[in-house]
């Protein structure tokens, strides 16, 4: 099992980046897939998930109506896209997989409970 995460980059504000999150060892949508984020000298915290169940979609709220989770189950990849990027944005980027779950929104408070983890990909929103 092996997620990779990439697509990061150093964006202006305002800017837009679309983040992948590539899987291998099991289907996209076996597992509820989540963006993790952390800065420096920060926690790690949840961005966004996306339910292996109905396709559902969570977010933090400082992201709601900026960023876009979805899913590409014939690409295996699931994608954050990010509008509107500002410098409280930027941090490395996790995706991670796990479940099943029954109450999705609290688990992007719950990293721990992620049983796989991509390597992290950098988000630097500067002018």
């Known amino acids: 099992v092996q997620l990779q995460a990439f697509g990061g980059g150093l964006v202006q504000p305002g800017g837009s980046l679309r983040l992948s999150c590539a899987i291998s060892?099991?289907?996209?949508?076996?597992?509820?897939v989540a963006w993790f984020r952390q800065a420096p000298g920060k926690e790690r915290e949840g961005v966004s998930c996306?339910?292996?169940?109905?396709?559902?979609?969570y977010y933090r709220d400082s992201v709601k109506g900026r960023f876009t989770i979805s899913r590409d189950n014939a690409k295996n990849t699931v994608y954050l896209h990010m509008t509107s990027l500002k410098p409280e944005d930027t941090a490395v980027y996790y995706c991670?997989?796990?479940?099943?779950?029954?109450?999705?929104?609290?688990?992007?408070?719950?990293?721990?409970?992620?049983?796989?983890w991509g390597q992290g990909t950098k988000v630097t929103v500067s002018q």
């Open positions: 991670a997989a796990g479940g099943p779950f029954s109450d999705y929104d609290s688990t992007l408070s719950r990293p721990y409970i992620y049983d796989y």
């Open positions: 060892g099991f289907s996209s949508d076996y597992y509820t």
């Open positions: 996306i339910s292996n169940v109905d396709g559902s979609m």
